[in-house]
């Protein structure tokens, strides 16, 4: 599967944004998904991940209540809508597929496939 993440940008801080992942191909369904984000200077970090038919979502302490996971399958896209956006928040954002039985994994190292990355910067 190919991974087109989109909707980055500049906004204030506890401004919103919505950040798309667009797949390719006819088995998204198939894999349970997620979103990571690099902050500069800092390691990738798991932001949330996503089920496969999205019943199940799980959430970073840190964007817990203010980020919320989606996907719609009939679109083959995963969003992320981002609120009450803080200066940390500032960092690329990074899709990714996991095609493992299990899901909901924090650590990168268990997704399969990654998109290019969308720049979120939060101004304060």
């Known amino acids: 599967v190919q991974l087109q993440a989109s909707g980055g940008g500049l906004v204030q801080a506890g401004g919103f944004l919505r950040l798309s992942c667009a797949a390719s191909?006819?088995?998204?369904?198939?894999?349970?998904m997620g979103w990571f984000r690099q902050a500069p200077g800092k390691e990738r970090s798991f932001v949330a991940a996503?089920?496969?038919?999205?019943?199940?979502?799980k959430y970073a302490d840190s964007v817990n209540g203010r980020f919320t996971i989606s996907r719609d399958n009939a679109k083959n896209t995963m969003y992320l809508q981002m609120n009450s956006l803080k200066a940390e928040d500032t960092a690329v954002y990074y899709c990714?597929?996991?095609?493992?039985?299990?899901?909901?994994?924090?650590?990168?190292?268990?997704?399969?496939?990654w998109g290019q990355g969308t720049k979120v910067t939060v101004s304060s």
């Open positions: 996503i089920s496969w038919n999205g019943g199940s979502t």
């Open positions: 191909g006819r088995t998204f369904s198939s894999y349970a």
């Open positions: 990714a597929a996991d095609r493992h039985t299990v899901w909901g994994h924090t650590i990168e190292y268990d997704y399969d496939y």
